[in-house]
């Protein structure tokens, strides 16, 4: 290492430990010793009302954040007193966590039972001083994340009574962001309190309205029950607004839902468009394909839960590629076994991969039983987000991204693969690819056992969003089917299409309908579209086609 | 060519028709027309749109573009298959197709004319005259011997003539032949060549063939086509001797 | 005409069958209602239901056997005409339940009063007249089977793509009476009948005159489809299973011929449904489950299609089978069906007449054996399924 490099490293190293010592001073500074709190938390029990109002104006000059919980606790009525050491204490009503615990430490106190312990009493004007302590603490506080979170829960409240803090915390505030909520929660309280004049409830409309969502919607249609005539017609107009932004999210929504539905269609559709385009297959256990992909995401979890727990959140990386070369292998053994004997004759294959899939589930009901198997989601398929007005759950978004990378992944495969190449030159004229020197039966089998490798990957998708039982492949068999059918056979675009459009059309037609009727009107639907176009979408023309 | 002739007294009249598939151009503005009674053999390199032409008048495809007429008057393009048979118009395909698993007389029973209808079908029964008529074709094509055999036991040439005789009781007034002679012997095809030429006399033919010695049996008009167009016209011998056929078709 | 039809029908296979079937329709009833109880030849009053339940499927497998076998119409909803002849059937039932019922309402059924419903929906209506019942049997599942073919047959949709949109119809009127709003019961159809035509449904006459309908009815069938195939438009059908596209080059309306097949299976299917669900007395949205119509083609499979008795072997010795099974070992039934399904497509292909058929040719000459009709699948398997683009 040269001079130069030393020298850099060790202005880097002096930089990181200022660094570290500012960070670790910054709470030293709002932070009491334990001690010191705890005395000023205990003087909140003895004496007058009076005495403890200045106990409080005491922790709220404190200024550490553990003061908080304490009035809060105490503005609910909770707080409680050892009658004979005059300890402050949390009980588990109040929130702590053992039975009896500490304000300040959180430890237990188990030498002390309920019986010992008197309410710190409050009255009306000690709740006042509560509130505004509270206020104080939060909205004023240092700690930029903790004047967020008060401001938003102002916002919620939206009591009129914090509007003298709340109009000192926006002249103090710095932070662009926490402003804006602040003047929201200020415009909230303008338009629901009596007293604001009209101007400042003419001013209030546009800033709730900038705020959007259901919560504006609400507080809009609130405050216009008891609006003054000369603003009504702004309230109204900005209530239209917000109107016409729900539909809009809502249908937002909607395409968002069937997206998702289209991108489950697409998985468990897109196995089924390989086997059924390239090898003219229909393989009807192609849903048990699926279906055994769930349960090897399954046992790689058991698997996991027992001997490296904390391998958990790795499990469906684990689970792809073994349902993927499962359930590969066990389509080559199919094909090799039943369907090569078969080509030439479709309607026989689909009774052969019947009898196969009826086999298989029972297998399967033998091995893991006819129950349910619940498949648990990694900590970050779980929980949701939102996206402006859209709720949007991790383990739906994450099989959309999904299934387009598997469409795309096979997209490539087809097009630049020596076994792609091969594949749709058999696709194209099975007799003219074998007599070019193309081995057709090693091509059927590994195109079978792709399009049941990507079935056992459709499977691990589904097992995040479902239960996993024997007769998880029937449900979505037939609405394959559907898809390969409305998108055309012997392409992959013409499967996307399928099935981001029936995902869509379902989940727009289920409001109306139910999911039910909804369902069967979709199906009378591609019945009756099959009639204008026998061959789907996205067909393929030509002189022999029908040959 | 086509404009100066009378659409009428036509039997076929195919003008500027196109097709095309997934942009590839199958029949490019072609103009053929066969009149009563006559003989039109077809020759052209494989792909030239032969088998796309006839697809075309029986109502397989429908064309882009174009005019096919039959008898100089029936819109070939708005009928279907069945309604086109019905016409009078009859085809027989490139590979024989015969139906397997009924026996020879059969296979003339279903081509007779006579109603085509379902109940008129369900309720059928061969009278006399029928049996007379399916006897004296099954003599025609020499298959008499034969009539109760499956077709699927036949030989590849004798499927060939139960398919002209299957033609023969349809009774048609067109006739598309798509290459007759394909895995015949010679012997087979001399008598397959007298056999047309009779039928000749009467109604119109359009053969399709690639054996050059059975076209020239033929002794018909000739035409030429090449990537979906007419490429020359005229007796087999002028045809023949045109340059560009036998840069592109017959080769050097 | 008709006559010279039907007397064209009676072939030396059909007369011999339909003198079966008569024979069985006297005898077991005979058996069952004659012979003293200690008899060894007595049938069990559990058995007559039972057998006519068999016939009733077998007479199922012979109506998809006349699309299937004889005109190459793969139809995977075949179950849902059979449900509808049987929920005609469940609904004049229901009719004749009075009083009787748990609500003892003397027009609602049951399942409507609990629905809280007013009055008696209008495809209810003259439901109580046997006579209309009975024409519905045969006018709904030939309306549904009209249409539905009309659609697909005129649109030329065929083979693979032909039997998934009927494995849909199936399905979606599964998912359709599923639903209480639909007025036929719901999730449990219709059931605790108490009398057809003025006769208790659970006394042995009725049961035993049942069967013998059932196996009139099939012998009925027998006629019906062998007059029909024996016919022109049956070696039309034919024609149009071996080479649709030639048949119609021959002028043949292979639409109009499809769909005459199609109406005249589910009318069939109809009446066999109709004669199913009195005696097994209970009719429910199950029977739509695409399962169940994937199963008749099993039957008729493994019977042998293309022939008027194979689809009645099959259907009759795959039910014996089912009941066996399910009885002894229920856990392995479905591995025994499955198996099924792959042995007879890989190694049976002409179902269990075929074999005999076989063996036949195999002892008697060599020349016999040439003659031997071809399988449907000789035919099938030179048609190259794949599509390929323009040359």
């Known amino acids: 290492m040269t001079g130069a490099g030393m020298t850099i490293l060790k202005h880097l190293i002096g930089a990181m430990l200022l660094l570290s010592a500012l960070l670790t001073a910054i709470p030293a500074h709002a932070q009491f010793a334990d001690a010191d709190l705890t005395t000023l938390v205990d003087a909140l029990a003895p004496g007058s009302f009076k005495d403890r109002e200045t106990a409080i104006g005491n922790l709220v000059a404190s200024g550490d954040p553990r003061a908080v919980p304490v009035l809060e606790t105490l503005l609910e009525g909770e707080l409680y007193f050892d009658e004979t050491g005059g300890k402050v204490v949390f009980t588990s009503a109040s929130g702590g966590k053992g039975a009896i615990s500490d304000p300040v430490t959180g430890a237990d106190l188990s030498d002390l039972t309920e019986a010992d312990l008197e309410k710190v009493k409050v009255n009306n004007s000690l709740r006042r001083v509560l509130r505004t302590a509270i206020g104080q603490m939060t909205l004023l506080s240092e700690d930029a994340r903790v004047r967020l979170s008060a401001a938003q829960s102002v916002l919620r409240d939206a009591d009129p009574a914090q509007l003298e803090l709340l109009d000192s915390a926006i002249s103090a505030e710095t932070d662009v962001r926490i402003k804006r909520v602040m003047e929201q929660a200020r415009a909230v309280i303008m338009l629901k309190s009596p007293e604001a004049s009209v101007e400042d409830k003419t001013a209030a409309v546009p800033v709730v309205l900038a705020i959007g969502g259901r919560d504006a919607l609400n507080t809009l249609t609130t405050a216009l029950a008891s609006a003054p005539d000369e603003i009504r017609p702004t309230i109204e107009s900005a209530i239209d607004g917000l109107a016409r932004d729900r539909a809009a999210w809502d249908v937002a929504q909607n395409v968002w839902f069937g997206v998702s539905l289209g991108s489950v269609l697409l998985l468990a559709a897109i196995g089924l468009a390989i086997t059924f385009g390239v090898m003219g297959v229909i393989n009807m256990a192609h849903g048990e394909m699926v279906m055994l992909g769930a349960y090897t995401t399954f046992v790689v979890q058991e698997i996991i839960r027992q001997n490296a727990p904390g391998l958990f959140d790795w499990s469906l990386a684990i689970a792809l590629p073994a349902a993927f070369l499962f359930t590969g292998l066990v389509g080559v053994a199919i094909e090799r076994g039943i369907i090569r004997f078969l080509y030439g004759r479709p309607l026989e294959t689909l009774l052969a991969t019947w009898g196969l899939s009826l086999i298989i589930q029972q297998a399967v009901q033998r091995i893991f039983t006819a129950n349910i198997r619940e498949v648990g989601n990694p900590s970050w398929m779980s929980g949701s987000f939102e996206l402006g007005g859209l709720a949007i759950t991790w383990n739906r978004f994450y099989i959309v991204i999904f299934a387009l990378l598997v469409f795309v992944a096979l997209l490539l495969v087809l097009k630049y693969t020596a076994i792609g190449l091969h594949m749709r030159a058999v696709t194209q004229n099975r007799r003219m690819a074998s007599s070019m020197g193309i081995r057709t039966p090693l091509v059927d089998a590994m195109t079978f056992g792709l399009g049941s490798g990507i079935a056992g990957l459709a499977g691990v998708a589904l097992s995040q969003i479902g239960n996993v039982s024997p007769n998880l492949g029937q449900g979505y068999i037939i609405d394959s089917f559907m898809v390969v059918v409305f998108g055309g056979v012997g392409n992959l675009w013409g499967t996307l299409v399928g099935a981001l459009t029936l995902g869509i059309a379902n989940k727009f037609i289920e409001p109306y309908a139910g999911a039910v009727l909804g369902k069967i009107i979709i199906l009378v639907l591609i019945i009756l579209f099959i009639q204008r176009r026998p061959r789907g979408l996205f067909a393929l023309k030509g002189r022999s086609i029908e040959a | 060519m086509s404009e100066a002739r009378e659409k009428l007294g036509t039997m076929l009249y195919l003008d500027g028709v196109s097709v095309a598939f997934d942009g590839f151009k199958a029949i490019n503005n072609l103009s053929i027309i066969v009149h009563p009674a006559e003989m039109l053999a077809i020759i052209g390199p494989n792909g030239a749109g032969k088998t796309t032409m006839m697809d075309i008048i029986t109502g397989k495809t429908r064309p882009d573009d174009g005019q096919v007429l039959f008898d100089g008057r029936t819109d070939l393009t708005k009928l279907d298959e069945a309604a086109i048979a019905n016409l009078g118009i009859g085809r027989k395909f490139q590979k024989p197709t015969v139906f397997e698993s009924h026996t020879v007389w059969d296979n003339i029973e279903m081509a007779l004319k006579k109603p085509r209808g379902i109940f008129a079908t369900l309720f059928y029964t061969a009278d006399d005259e029928d049996i007379a008529r399916i006897t004296e074709i099954l003599e025609t094509v020499r298959l008499l011997a034969r009539k109760d055999d499956y077709a699927a036991n036949l030989s590849h040439g004798q499927k060939q003539w139960l398919e002209i005789g299957m033609l023969l009781a349809q009774d048609p007034k067109l006739l598309l032949v798509d290459e007759p002679v394909a895995g015949m012997t010679d012997a087979e095809t001399v008598e397959t060549a007298k056999l047309l030429k009779d039928i000749a006399k009467t109604r119109s033919v359009v053969v399709v063939e690639h054996d050059m010695s059975f076209v020239r049996e033929l002794g018909s008009r000739v035409t030429c086509l090449a990537e979906g167009a007419v490429l020359a016209e005229g007796s087999l011998d002028q045809v023949s001797a045109n340059p560009v056929v036998i840069e592109r078709y017959l080769g050097r | ?391």
């Open chain 3, 1 to 391: 005409m008709i006559t010279q039809a039907l007397f064209r029908a009676l072939d030396k296979k059909a007369i011999w069958l339909v003198a079966i079937l008569l024979l069985v329709a006297v005898a077991v009833p005979a058996s069952n209602l004659l012979l003293p109880v200690d008899s060894p030849f007595r049938l069990p009053n559990y058995a007559v239901p039972l057998f006519g339940k068999y016939l009733t499927f077998a007479m199922l497998a012979l109506a998809l056997d006349l699309v299937w076998g004889y005109c190459g119409i793969l139809s995977l909803g075949h179950g849902a005409f059979f449900a509808i002849g049987g929920y005609a059937m469940g609904m004049y039932l229901m009719r004749q339940i009075g009083t009787r019922g748990v609500y003892a309402n003397p027009i609602l059924p049951d399942f409507m009063v609990f629905l809280n419903w007013k009055e008696l929906p209008w495809y209810w209506y003259g439901m109580d007249n046997f006579w209309f019942a009975m024409l519905m049997v045969v006018v709904v599942p030939g309306l549904l089977a009209f249409i539905f073919g009309f659609l697909a047959f005129r649109s030329r949709v065929t083979g693979v793509y032909l039997s998934i949109i009927t494995q849909a119809m199936t399905y979606a009127l599964l998912l359709a009476f599923f639903r209480n709003d639909m007025g036929f019961g719901g999730n449990n159809g219709l059931t605790d009948f108490k009398d057809i035509l003025g006769q208790s449904i659970s006394a042995p006459s009725t049961r035993a005159a049942l069967f013998a309908a059932s196996a009139i009815a099939l012998a009925l069938a027998v006629l019906a489809c062998s007059a029909i195939v024996n016919s022109k438009l049956g070696k039309v059908m034919v024609a149009v299973r071996d080479a649709e596209s030639r048949t119609r080059f021959l002028g043949y309306r292979v639409e109009y011929v499809k769909l005459f097949a199609f109406v005249v299976s589910a009318i069939i299917a109809g009446i066999a449904g109709a004669l199913y669900v009195p005696q097994v007395g209970i009719i429910n949205p199950s029977e739509f489950e695409p399962a169940n119509s994937i199963e008749v083609v099993i039957w008729t499979a493994v019977g042998g299609r293309g022939t008027i008795i194979g689809p009645i072997i099959g259907g009759v010795l795959v039910n014996v089978g089912k009941s066996y099974f399910t009885g002894a070992f229920p856990e392995y039934w479905l591995f025994a069906l499955g198996a099924l399904f792959v042995v007879t497509t890989l190694f049976l292909p002409k179902g269990i007449v075929g074999l005999i058929g076989q063996y036949r040719a195999a002892t008697t000459k060599r020349e016999q054996h040439d003659r031997d009709a071809p399988t449907p699948m000789q035919v099938e398997a030179g048609a190259d399924p794949q599509p390929k683009p323009a040359e």
